[in-house]
């Protein structure tokens, strides 16, 4: 049987009806990309679902793009996207790597044990505030824990207003209080590293096993990696939630704008300082350090903040000089190419 959609239950917006001419409205369809493969790419649709190879000349896609596909069913463009999820390739390649697209709210899972992290906690933040999604804290295996409200109250010290939900993931009652962010039309990603429930979170919501899940290690509550792919996920309340692999290297790239909101309190007081380029480390009129000293200011925090700047601003003047090679190796070609044509025409 075949499942058909609105495109306001697929997550369309006006942000993306402006981006139709009136013409194309009438003679193409908008689809959505639920999932992307080697050679394949899976697509939503009003229709139902929908498979479409991957050819020459298709767009850089990830899941939770918006296509514009003609009556042949080739594909017309790709959409502007609302908000974007992206992060340095793991490893030692110098490239960004597309997580997910068009997402309304991202729910950092966090689990209830010697795993937790707070500056964990604020990377994931700042990608989250960078792409443009409103970002909610969901701590799992409340079940396990001997005193839950002491993981919420380190997290109400980074960010007073900060979303926060405790759960447990095993328990449909509990994961309830999540339906908020999962109406019709909203799309939810999940994000955090190996064995904190997120899959067996995706399994309640969604109330099937369609994650596969594994246990933890006891001895220091790491997880065992299971989800390998990311998809989109129709949810029984309406709206669409999108699951990714756990991601043991999230690395930050031209994620300024997310570090600074993320440790907003940090640059406002940076900015009183007595010296422009002060660097919060003994300078005289530093107002940093005496937010530190007065204990208004945790230290941890400072480190964690100038780690992510700096990883972030090494990151992107990679990515930055690599694309300026890929443009100069470009123009080359071209230039190659063009004399190659002029010797044959001559």
């Known amino acids: ?50 498979t479409l190879p991957v050819l020459p000349g298709l767009p850089e896609l990830t899941v939770g793009d918006w296509l514009l596909l003609d009556g042949a069913e080739h594909v017309v463009r790709r959409l502007d996207r609302l908000t974007l999820f992206a992060r340095k390739a793991p490893g030692q390649k110098v490239q960004q790597q597309l997580i997910a697209a068009n997402v309304d709210t991202v729910f950092l899972v966090c ?71 999962c109406k019709t039309g909203q799309t939810v990603a999940l994000l955090g590293s190996s064995g904190v429930g997120k899959s067996t979170l995706v399994n309640t919501l969604l109330g099937d096993t369609a994650q596969q899940t594994q246990g933890i290690r006891e001895d220091d509550s790491k997880g065992r990696h299971t989800t390998t792919a990311r998809t989109l996920h129709q949810l029984p309340s309406g709206g669409l939630l999108l ?48 937010a530190i000293t007065v204990g208004e200011l945790d230290q941890r925090r400072v480190d964690n903040y100038h ?12 990515l930055a000089e690599k694309r300026a090679r890929d443009r100069g190796l470009s123009k080359m070609y071209r230039s190659v190419q063009s004399q190659a044509r002029k010797r044959k025409q001559g």
Not at 5 to 33: A, I, M, N, T, Y
Not at 307 to 318: G, H
């Open 1 to 50: 049987m075949t499942t058909s959609f609105s495109l306001s239950q697929l997550g369309w917006k006006p942000f993306f009806q402006q981006q139709l001419s009136l013409d194309e409205w009438e003679h193409c369809k908008p689809v959505r990309v639920s999932a992307v493969h080697r050679s394949t790419v899976e697509l939503l649709t009003e229709q139902g679902s929908q």
């Open 111 to 181: 689990s209830m044990n010697h795993d937790f992290n707070l500056s964990r906690i604020e990377r994931y933040l700042a990608l989250a505030r960078d792409a443009g999604a409103e970002p909610v804290i969901v701590l799992t295996k409340q079940d396990l824990a001997d005193n839950p409200q002491q993981f919420v109250d380190q997290l109400r010290s980074l960010d007073a207003f900060l979303g926060i939900e405790s759960v447990n993931a095993l328990d449909i009652d509990s994961v309830k209080v999540l339906e908020h962010w």
């Open 243 to 290: 699951d990714t692999p756990g991601m043991r290297e999230l690395q930050l790239a031209d994620c300024e704008a997310g570090l600074e909101s993320t440790f907003s309190e940090i640059v406002e007081l940076a900015n009183q300082c007595q010296f422009a380029d002060c660097q919060h480390q003994g300078e005289p009129g530093c107002a940093v350090t005496e």
């Open 307 to 318: 780690k992510l700047l700096r990883e972030q601003a090494i990151n992107a003047e990679s």
